[in-house]
């Protein structure tokens, strides 16, 4: 591949603007609602210049930076699941003339994606949907069909502390190195506030040539690296990943479970922001003469009592079992199912578990191993 | 569609309640003249001053039962309906009028009403099913029209309604809303509230109140814990934060009795583990 080249913030613009022009629907980070959130990107001005974020468990806050770092933020509430993989989704319609039934294939309009600032651990939480829904012998043809034309840019993980999340332990990040077609990371010196660019894909060389660029000089990739290993260097959380699928299985009857149960809401909103959980139900609609009859699909988790309704009651009726099912897919039974696992260390479901709910202390507790994260929390 | 032999019988019918219920009814616009097709509107007062004689094929019952007339009356309705269905939060819970269910109705009548003595209630405003067999439940104060539609779609269909029972906050999160707990420290009962409103509140940058019940498995306890230790709210504020619409569902109940006692609250740090709730200052100091 080319050999890394440096642009400036006039140059993200002419980036955004280049892709635009390819056709593509531009999906980037955007301060709204008093988070980072992913979005239509229309204009260089909807980033987020000079946010940044406070995470903990059960604890988020966007805040103002001191510099104007674009880039200069950990992982909100959303994650690019919410696009390759939509909700709700018309899978297919009937009409009825007469005693007939005429099935019809609503006509997707199945968008060009850009998406402009993939972190290290989401372009392999990406990698975990594709075993799940496009590489596995079931092909999700909406999944598919967006993952196949979407342009990815990486930003690395620089300029901020992280707290909730583990990319380190999970060998995820913080610095991606495939599977992108632009990386990016941010350099936000005083008057040279520029982005060294690594390409990973010809179409992502044939973009950087539309735009201004020059040669990065061995300082500039020098700078980067540092700004990702400080990253690196200052994770908020940990987990021992070494025998723990088993150490898990292990243990399901251990009583933490039931000490979680006490405080887990079954709100289901871990598995919600987990960039990795794919679980969706599908159900009929019909409008009121029943000549019209939909099905929809829409994301679905395992902590409602209807995800398990078989034989007319619910299997998983506690919530205790339900949590156990969350966490022992994610971290065991899902390495056996798809040979990785199930997370990928981004921390979301940790902060945006409305009772700060934390699955590293939490598998810890349960595999009675070493907790390595209370000294950082 | 194969023509039905007879249009089904609907009747709606009106207990203490706001009618609130019954305008949701109202509010389905574009699908009125078609329920006016599909349904023999047998009984509907607020629509049509029009009445048909029972029995009716069903009945949709708005409003909690507080007086000795209505308790007949409800009994009378149940005969005559196939099937009975409570909709909103006065008939599936009581309402806000259930208030009264914690205090003594004698003494909240003589700072309510200039003349007590011409009130005549019971001590209690209680759900239909207290008195009768009911059906189905559909929640919210007003229940949510889709979720309405949803239902009678499903009853002229034969087969069962998709009224899910899980929490708000799923809602709130298939629609990418910010929640609004985690991201400002305003506290939110969606967790352990039932969906049906589209997470309407948090996408207003507003807490979920409850306003739809509990949902299927309110886990109260530990979030009125969270709030009491991170949201830095007083046991006193979780009563009335339980006690709206849905005061006298049992969970809710439960709920708003709990912090009843001032001293609730080193017991629930205690009960639920203190490393859930690390002490360091919220990071905004508003949270
Ligand atoms: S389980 Fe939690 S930390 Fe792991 S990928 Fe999912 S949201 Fe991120
Ligand atoms: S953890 Fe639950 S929601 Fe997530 S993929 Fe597994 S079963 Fe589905
Ligand atoms: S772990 Fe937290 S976010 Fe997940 S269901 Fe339980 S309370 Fe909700
Ligand atoms: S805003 Fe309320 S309803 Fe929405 S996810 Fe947060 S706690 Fe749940
Ligand atoms: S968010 Fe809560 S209070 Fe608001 S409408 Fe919905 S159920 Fe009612």
């Not at chain 1, 280049?18 to 980070?29: D, K, M, N, T, W």
């Not at chain 1, 909100?76 to 699941?81: A, D």
């Not at chain 2, 929640?139 to 889709?146: D, L, S």
Request: hydrophobic share 40%.
């Amino acid at each position: 591949m080319a050999s890394p080249a440096v642009i400036d913030v006039n140059g993200l613009a002419a980036l955004i603007a280049a892709l635009q022009q390819e056709g593509y629907r531009v999906i980037g980070p955007i301060q709204r609602d008093g988070a980072i959130i992913y979005d239509e990107i229309s204009q260089l001005n909807d980033l987020p210049f000079g946010w940044g974020d406070e995470q903990e468990a059960g604890m988020y806050r966007v805040r103002r930076r001191e510099d104007n770092a674009v880039f200069g933020y950990a992982v909100g509430p959303h994650s690019w699941k919410r696009f390759l993989h939509p909700s709700p989704v018309v899978l297919w319609r009937a009409r009825r003339r007469g005693n007939e039934w005429m099935i019809e294939e609503p006509v997707e309009d199945s968008p060009r994606l850009a998406f402009l600032g993939v972190r290290s651990c989401d372009l392999h939480a990406i990698g975990v949907l594709d075993r799940v829904l496009h590489h596995g012998s079931y092909i999700d043809p909406i999944y598919a069909e967006r993952r196949e034309s979407a342009f990815v840019i990486v930003v690395q993980c620089a300029h901020f502390t992280p707290r909730t999340c583990f990319c380190a332990s999970m060998g995820t990040g913080p610095k991606a190195t495939q599977g992108f077609d632009l990386a990016l990371t941010e350099l936000v010196e005083p008057d040279a506030h520029r982005f060294v660019v690594e390409v990973g894909s010809a179409r992502g060389a044939a973009i950087l040539q539309q735009i201004p660029h020059r040669p990065a000089e061995p300082t500039d990739v020098t700078a980067a690296e540092h700004a990702i290993a400080q990253t690196a260097a200052s994770m908020g959380r940990q987990l021992q990943t070494a025998g723990l699928p088993a150490a898990l299985l292990a243990n399901l009857e251990h009583p933490h479970w039931d000490k979680i149960a006490q405080r887990c809401l079954a709100c289901g909103n871990c598995t919600m922001v987990c960039p990795t959980c794919f679980c969706f139900s599908v159900e009929d609609r019909h409008d009121l003469t029943g000549t019209v009859t939909e099905r929809v699909r829409r994301l679905d988790v395992c902590f409602t009592t209807s995800f398990t309704y078989t034989a007319g009651k619910p299997l998983r009726q506690s919530i205790r079992s339900r949590y156990r099912q969350w966490l022992t897919h994610k971290l065991a039974t899902w390495v056996e199912q798809f040979g990785t696992f199930g997370c990928v260390g981004c921390g979301r479901c940790i902060t945006w578990c409305p009772v700060g709910i934390d699955l590293t202390i939490e598998a810890a507790a349960i595999t009675g191993r070493e907790q390595t994260t209370e000294g950082v929390v | 569609m194969p023509r039905r032999r007879r249009r089904p019988k609907l009747a709606v019918w009106k207990f203490a309640s706001c009618d609130g219920c019954q305008l949701t009814l109202l509010d389905c616009e574009d699908e009125l003249l078609l329920m006016s097709e599909l349904f023999e509107i047998a009984y509907f007062l607020e629509a049509s001053s029009a009445v048909v004689r029972g029995p009716y094929d069903l009945s949709l019952v708005e409003g909690s039962i507080t007086t000795a007339e209505e308790v007949e009356r409800i009994h009378a309705i149940r005969r005559q309906s196939r099937i009975l269905v409570a909709m909103g939060a006065c008939a599936t819970a009581g309402g806000i009028q259930a208030l009264r269910n914690f205090v003594d109705v004698e003494d909240m009548k003589r700072v309510v009403y200039a003349s007590p003595e011409y009130v005549r209630t019971l001590e209690h405003s209680l759900p239909a099913s207290a008195y009768v067999p009911v059906d189905y439940e559909l929640p919210g104060c007003p229940p949510n029209k889709v979720q309405v539609l949803e239902f009678l779609t499903a009853f002229l269909q034969g087969r069962r309604p998709s009224i899910p029972t899980h929490s708000v906050c799923l809602d709130c999160k298939r629609q990418g809303i910010v929640c609004v707990m985690v991201a400002e420290g305003i506290p939110c009962l969606g967790p352990v509230t039932r969906t049906g409103c589209g997470a309407l509140c948090p996408r207003y940058r507003r807490g979920c109140y409850g306003c739809f019940g509990p949902m299927e498995s309110p886990n109260t306890e530990s979030l009125s814990a969270w709030f009491l230790i991170r949201s830095g709210l007083a046991p006193q504020q979780l009563v009335p934060l339980y006690r709206s619409f849905n005061a006298a569902a049992p969970a809710f109940v439960e709920a708003s009795q709990r912090y009843a006692d001032p001293k609730s609250v080193q017991k629930a740090a205690e009960s639920l583990g203190t490393h859930a709730f690390d002490q360091r200052e919220p990071a905004n100091g508003e949270a």
